[in-house]
């Protein structure tokens, strides 16, 4: 079946260091691809998606490029902050399944001063 | 814009008994969905809802869970009797349609059983 597989945390950072989220997936068809964020206290919110093959998603200095050939779609910033700090999960959304989202585990990322 | 709203936030029950959880998404969006968080997981879906109508329930455990949306908008998601393995975030999202659209989640409701 379809699934997303993403790095283990946590991921502990200094400020502005290079950060990469590993992910991975499994799926049948053409999926569209996800990061979705969860700060401290607050809910998943989109952080940003890719709908095809070579596409990039970006969005506050994060990008992601959808590889079909490597199934990937690793999460990248080039200078992380303190206030990144949050868990990051990996989604596809499974064109087969009514477009359900499939999440992988989640990776915590930890920034500090 | 309001955001999706769900109450209660916590719930602490002991094992067999019942708990609901309700849900009121954006307005406008016809897919609501459902999510199960167990601790160190990814969310896992549960059921989605088209409207009022059900789209997939294939992972929900239909012999202790029970969800409904009335008209087409809010939705409750109820547990009876509830087990250990219960424990869990449960999480409701709406999107304007099915599809590859964007899903706004609200802040969850973070359930214990004991």
């Known amino acids: 079946g379809n699934s997303v597989t993403q790095m283990e945390g946590p991921v502990t950072l200094s400020e502005e260091a290079f950060l990469t989220i590993n992910c991975t997936y499994t799926?049948?068809?053409?999926?569209?691809l996800f990061w979705y964020v969860q700060y401290p206290g607050e809910g998943l919110q989109l952080l940003l998606k890719?709908?095809?093959?070579?596409d990039k998603g970006s969005n506050k200095g994060f990008e992601a490029t959808y590889r079909k050939e490597t199934t990937s779609f690793h999460l990248e910033k080039g200078s992380v902050q303190v206030s990144d700090s949050a868990v990051y999960f990996c989604?596809?959304?499974?064109?087969?399944?009514?477009?359900?989202?499939?999440f992988g585990a989640g990776t915590r990322l930890a920034v500090h001063p | 814009e309001a955001g999706v709203a769900q109450s209660p936030r916590y719930k602490i029950i002991e094992k067999r008994q019942s708990v609901a959880f309700w849900c009121n998404p954006i307005?406008?969006?016809?897919?609501l969905y459902w999510y199960q968080q167990i601790l160190g997981q990814g969310p896992k879906l549960l059921i989605q809802?088209?409207?009022?109508?059900?789209?997939?329930d294939s992972q929900l455990p239909k012999d202790r869970f029970s969800a409904e949306r009335l008209k087409g908008v809010d939705s409750t998601l109820k547990i009876q009797p509830a087990k250990l393995e219960d424990s869990a975030v449960y999480l409701c999202?709406?999107?304007?349609?099915?599809?590859?659209?964007?899903?706004?989640f609200g802040p969850g409701t973070r359930l214990t059983v004991t």
């Open positions: 999202a709406s999107s304007l349609e099915r599809g590859p659209y964007e899903q706004y």
């Open positions: 809802f088209q409207n009022n109508g059900v789209v997939d």
């Open positions: 799926a049948t068809g053409y999926p569209s």
């Open positions: 890719a709908t095809k093959a070579d």
């Open positions: 307005s406008g969006h016809a897919t």
């Open positions: 989604a596809l959304s499974d064109p087969g399944g009514y477009n359900k989202l499939i």
